[in-house]
């Protein structure tokens, strides 16, 4: 069983920046495909981010893919994702997911088996 913890959030004005962490623990960390997604207020949640931990192959939504960056710390477990230039849209809450490799389909949800409880981002204009 996979145990995903999200920390990082919180309420930054736009054009700042902030940096979220999800701990993983219970599993081999470099067999995971890890990713964020968020869900905005009134929107389906999204994927924005993930990485392949064994290769470290990145993938983004191009929505975002100039501001964001997910990174990983295998001495942590822990993958980060580093948020640009925010601005008032990057509103929501940001979820971290992981999943057995090979996935086909990196950002959609339903490749994604475990979940963390999610942690809020608001950016004020």
């Known amino acids: 069983q996979v145990r995903l913890l999200e920390s990082g959030g919180g309420s930054v004005q736009a054009g700042g920046s902030l940096t979220l962490s999800c701990a993983a623990s219970?599993?081999?960390?470099?067999?995971?495909?890890m990713a964020w997604f968020r869900r905005a207020p009134g929107k389906e949640r999204e994927g924005v981010a993930a990485r392949y931990l064994g290769r470290g192959t990145t993938y983004y939504a191009d929505s975002v893919k100039d501001r964001l960056t997910i990174s990983q710390d295998n001495a942590k477990n822990t993958v980060y994702l580093r948020l640009n230039s925010l601005k008032a849209e990057d509103t929501g809450v940001y979820y971290c997911?992981?999943?057995?490799?090979?996935?086909?389909?990196?950002?959609?949800?339903?490749?994604?088996?475990?979940w963390g409880q999610g942690t809020q981002v608001t950016v004020s204009s």
């Open positions: 997911a992981a999943a057995h490799q090979p996935v086909a389909y990196p950002l959609r949800t339903p490749e994604y088996n475990y």
């Open positions: 219970g599993g081999t960390f470099s067999r995971y495909v």
